[in-house]
Nanobody
Framework: VQLQASGGGLVQAGGSLRLSCAAS????????MGWFRQAPGKEREFVAA????????DYADFVKGRFTIYRDNAKNTWDLQMNSLKSEDTAVYYC????????????????WGQGTQVTVSS
């Protein structure tokens, strides 16, 4: 099983980026998909998640209204559209998959991607 995150880069404050995560090795249509991030010197934190059908999403307060999570079960991919980026959004972003969200959508993830760097210049 492999999760491959891509789409990171350097962007100016106020700009946009779209991250993508591609999964291989199994079908993830029955998994909750999420994005997390880790800034230098900080712990990894939850960013966004989307349920199996895509009918429910969850966002950390600091990205609400700016980020949107999508999924395409047919392609085994899920994306994070990031708008109005701020310097404090600078971090390594990780995609993750959760088989059974018994603790909600923000923890208990089983598979993780390798991370993609997002740098927002002010």
């Amino acid at each position: 099983v492999q999760l491959q995150a891509s789409g990171g880069g350097l962007v100016q404050a106020g700009g946009s980026l779209r991250l993508s995560c591609a999964a291989s090795g199994r079908t993830f249509s029955n998994y909750v998909m999420g994005w997390f991030r880790q800034a230098p010197g900080k712990e990894r934190e939850f960013v966004a998640a989307i349920t199996r059908s895509g009918g429910t999403t969850d966002y950390a307060d600091f990205v609400k209204g700016r980020f949107t999570i999508y999924r395409d079960n047919a392609k085994n991919t899920w994306d994070l559209q990031m708008n109005s980026l701020k310097s404090e959004d600078t971090a390594v972003y990780y995609c993750a998959a959760c088989r059974n969200p018994v603790w909600g959508l923000r923890q208990g993830y089983d598979y993780w991607g390798q991370g993609t760097q997002v740098t927002v210049s002010s």
